[in-house]
């Protein structure tokens, strides 16, 4: 299995996805600072893969206190969580995972344990995190299969795989799942512009476990949708709207509205850590905006005249309308995806 991240004694190892797939190497991460960079720069991406990386940065952030009790500790965590939560805007995983740490760090305050106790509690639960979140896609894997063509071509938008998430991933979990059924399927990734995370890692991790990919530019869609030659999309998620609005990696919109206009299924399969239930309308959604260099240069050499004007949004956010059925580990949600989500929300407590 892919090692996206990892704890280990010295601190949390990374593969380094800037480098995929030309490069197999890794990034050990040795202070809460190096974890933020990590994130910030894209070592590790993708929501449930940053929510992980940020808990993980908590835990070595209150291992390497030079505070002497839990009192001292308290505004130090306060400064790690906050340098974490700044990372990057648009994933709610990440303000989820951190938000747990912070519940936890309150409870543990409460009892009034121990610094050693607190280090302990911290990285315990950032490590079951990690568990959940590959339990949580091999769960969505197993219930998304049933919706994947028995054979076919699915098309998906981005990297929402194993190097997304701990392991196993959330849209490329659906087809694993699917696959492992006995469906046959062929995947088609877009390429995904500006980053290249199809092009670069899910043509990468898709042929590593022998699952037959080809990748598309990110134009090709559309025709190829008109010929007939895609019968599903599947896609991930980094944050949905309590309506069922999705933010997802910029492009994943116009492959929506594509998909409705063939009557081609498509689906979204996220854990029900990027369901942000206080965000009413995929119009909250906050959007990440990267640095111009992503879009004019590529491998060190300008594409772009110097001066030109870019922009660089990193997700876009696909109407709720769109959207065929979200996957989840708890169950497939449908529409209307206020009243789904609120009864998966009832049914789970
Ligand atoms: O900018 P990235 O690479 O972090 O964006 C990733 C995506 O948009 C994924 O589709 C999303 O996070 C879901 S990952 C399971």
Same mark, same amino acid.
């Given at each position: 299995?892919?090692?996206?991240?990892?704890?280990?004694?010295?601190?949390?190892?990374?593969?380094?996805?800037?480098?995929?797939?030309?490069?197999?190497?890794?990034?050990?991460?040795?202070?809460?600072?190096?974890?933020?960079?990590?994130?910030?720069?894209?070592?590790?991406?993708?929501?449930?893969?940053?929510?992980?990386?940020?808990?993980?940065?908590?835990?070595?952030?209150?291992?390497?206190?030079?505070?002497?009790?839990?009192?001292?500790?308290?505004?130090?965590?306060?400064?790690?969580?906050?340098?974490?939560?700044?990372?990057?805007?648009?994933?709610?995983?990440?303000?989820?995972?951190?938000?747990?740490?912070?519940?936890?760090?309150?409870?543990?305050?409460?009892?009034? #344990?121990? !610094? %050693?106790?607190?280090?302990?509690?911290?990285?315990?639960? &950032?490590?079951?995190?990690?568990?959940? +979140?590959? /339990?949580?896609?091999?769960?969505?894997?197993?219930?998304?299969?049933?919706?994947?063509?028995?054979?076919?071509?699915?098309?998906?938008?981005?990297?929402?795989?194993?190097?997304?998430?701990?392991?196993?991933?959330?849209?490329?979990?659906?087809?694993?799942?699917?696959?492992?059924?006995?469906?046959?399927?062929?995947?088609?990734?877009?390429?995904?512009?500006?980053?290249?995370?199809?092009?670069?890692?899910?043509?990468?991790?898709?042929?590593?476990?022998?699952?037959?990919?080809?990748?598309?530019?990110?134009?090709?869609?559309?025709?190829?949708?008109?010929?007939?030659?895609?019968?599903?999309?599947?896609?991930?998620?980094?944050?949905?709207?309590?309506?069922?609005?999705?933010?997802?990696?910029?492009?994943?919109?116009?492959? #929506?509205? !594509? %998909?409705?206009?063939?009557?081609?299924?498509?689906?979204? &399969?996220?854990?029900?850590?990027?369901? +942000?239930? /206080?965000?009413?309308?995929?119009?909250?959604?906050?959007?990440?905006?990267?640095?111009?260099?992503?879009?004019?240069?590529?491998?060190?050499?300008?594409?772009?005249?110097?001066?030109?004007?870019?922009?660089?949004?990193?997700?876009?956010?696909?109407?709720?309308?769109?959207?065929?059925?979200?996957?989840?580990?708890?169950?497939?949600?449908?529409?209307?995806?206020?009243?789904?989500?609120?009864?998966?929300?009832?049914?789970?407590?």
């Amino acid at each position: 299995m892919i090692l996206t991240l990892e704890w280990t004694p010295e601190g949390v190892r990374f593969i380094d996805q800037t480098k995929l797939p030309l490069e197999e190497s890794y990034v050990l991460a040795t202070s809460y600072q190096q974890v933020a960079d990590v994130i910030v720069t894209m070592v590790v991406r993708g929501a449930p893969a940053i929510g992980v990386s940020a808990a993980m940065g908590i835990a070595l952030g209150a291992k390497q206190t030079k505070a002497s009790t839990t009192e001292e500790f308290a505004p130090e965590f306060e400064q790690i969580c906050n340098l974490l939560a700044g990372t990057r805007p648009t994933a709610v995983n990440l303000f989820w995972a951190i938000d747990r740490m912070k519940v936890l760090f309150s409870k543990l305050q409460a009892r009034e #344990a121990t !610094l %050693a106790e607190v280090q302990e509690a911290l990285l315990a639960d &950032a490590l079951a995190m990690y568990d959940e +979140d590959i /339990a949580a896609c091999k769960q969505m894997g197993a219930y998304g299969a049933d919706l994947m063509p028995d054979e076919g071509t699915v098309l998906t938008h981005c990297n929402a795989g194993a190097l997304a998430t701990c392991g196993y991933g959330t849209a490329l979990g659906v087809i694993r799942g699917a696959v492992e059924r006995g469906k046959r399927i062929h995947v088609f990734a877009d390429e995904t512009r500006p980053f290249l995370q199809g092009a670069r890692l899910t043509a990468w991790e898709l042929m590593a476990d022998g699952i037959e990919t080809t990748v598309l530019c990110d134009n090709m869609a559309a025709s190829l949708m008109r010929q007939g030659q895609i019968q599903a999309v599947v896609v991930g998620a980094d944050r949905i709207a309590a309506n069922g609005d999705v933010a997802n990696k910029i492009g994943t919109y116009g492959v #929506a509205v !594509l %998909a409705k206009e063939h009557g081609i299924p498509f689906y979204v &399969a996220a854990p029900w850590s990027t369901i +942000d239930r /206080a965000t009413l309308t995929g119009d909250a959604i906050p959007i990440e905006e990267r640095a111009a260099i992503e879009v004019t240069h590529h491998g060190g050499k300008q594409l772009t005249p110097n001066g030109v004007g870019i922009r660089n949004p990193a997700f876009d956010v696909t109407p709720a309308k769109y959207v065929t059925a979200i996957i989840t580990e708890r169950g497939i949600l449908k529409a209307p995806y206020s009243e789904s989500l609120q009864a998966m929300e009832l049914i789970a407590q």
